[in-house]
């Protein structure tokens, strides 16, 4: 069964930056449609940013575009999520997963222990 393990957050101040990393163990991710989510307190998990297996294609919410960029090494099972020009709102803890075709939710799959994002001044 495919695991993920998250890592790279910390804190930042607004403006700042951080690179998220994901990495899979126990199946080789190449051929899945992968995605980062935030969580808030007493929110559900929400889908910032997808990428596909095949294409390569990304698909990023509104409040992110132009300041996170996700990518993927497939032999070295790891994704990235390259956070830029961070705000408050970033704040929260992410998490990634496989997501659907459509790059618009997360499939059915294990979640990992995710990793804690702080933006503070």
């Known amino acids: 069964q495919v695991q993920f393990v998250e890592s790279g957050g910390g804190w930042a101040q607004p403006g700042g930056s951080l690179n998220l990393t994901c990495k899979s163990t126990g199946h080789p991710f190449s051929w899945y449609n992968m995605g980062w989510f935030r969580q808030t307190p007493g929110k559900d998990r929400d889908l910032v940013a997808a990428?596909?297996?095949?294409?390569?294609?990304?698909r990023y919410v509104d409040s992110v575009k132009g300041r996170f960029t996700i990518s993927r090494d497939n032999p070295q099972n790891t994704m990235y999520l390259q956070m830029d020009r961070l705000q408050t709102s970033d704040a929260g803890v992410y998490y990634c997963?496989?997501?659907?075709?459509?790059?618009?939710?997360?499939?059915?799959?294990?979640w990992g222990q995710g990793t804690q994002v702080n933006v503070s001044s």
């Open positions: 990428i596909s297996w095949a294409s390569g294609a990304t």
């Open positions: 997963n496989r997501v659907t075709s459509e790059l618009d939710r997360a499939l059915p799959e294990p």
